[in-house]
Nanobody, 123 residues
Framework: QVQLVESGGGLVQAGGSLRLSCAAS????????MGWFRQAPGKERDFVAA????????YYTDSVKGRFTISRDNAKNTVYLQMNSLKPEGTAVYYC????????????????WGQGTQVTVSS
C-alpha cells in the first residue's frame, strides 16, 4: 500500500522559511516523479512544484519561482520543498503526490496523495 506522509508545516511570519518533507513507502520511490500542490480554504488544489525521478528536472508555478526549491533523496524515499520568502498568500494545506508517469503539472497526472500539512503565513 502506497503511503505519503508530509511533515514540516507550521506557522511562520511573512518573509520566513519552512522546509516540507514527504516520506514515501509502499513503492519503488526512485521510479517516480513527485510533486507538491497546495490548497487554500475555498480554493482549488493548485500545482506548486514537480521533480523527475532522478531529480534532474524540476518545474515550478510562476508565483514560487526563485523562492521555493523542490528536491529529493531517493536513498531516504523522501521529497522536500524548501520555501523561502514566504508570503501570506502561501497559506494553504500542502500536499505531496506521486506522478503516474514522467513528470506532471496537472492534478490528473498524479496517482497517490498524502494527507497534507498546514502552512500558515502571518503578515
Amino acid at each position: 500500500q502506497v503511503q505519503l506522509v508530509e511533515s514540516g508545516g507550521g506557522l511562520v511570519q511573512a518573509g520566513g522559511s519552512l522546509r516540507l518533507s514527504c516520506a514515501a513507502s509502499g513503492l519503488t520511490f526512485s521510479n517516480y516523479g513527485m510533486g507538491w500542490f497546495r490548497q487554500a480554504p475555498g480554493k482549488e488544489r493548485d500545482f506548486v512544484a514537480a521533480i523527475s525521478w532522478s531529480g534532474g528536472n524540476t518545474y515550478y508555478t510562476d508565483s514560487v519561482k526563485g523562492r521555493f526549491t523542490i528536491s529529493r533523496d531517493n536513498a531516504k524515499n523522501t521529497v522536500y520543498l524548501q520555501m523561502n520568502s514566504l508570503k501570506p498568500e502561501g497559506t494553504a494545506v500542502y500536499y505531496c503526490a506521486t506522478v503516474l508517469a514522467g513528470i506532471a503539472t496537472l492534478r490528473g497526472g498524479y496517482a497517490y496523495w498524502g494527507q497534507g500539512t498546514q502552512v500558515t503565513v502571518s503578515s
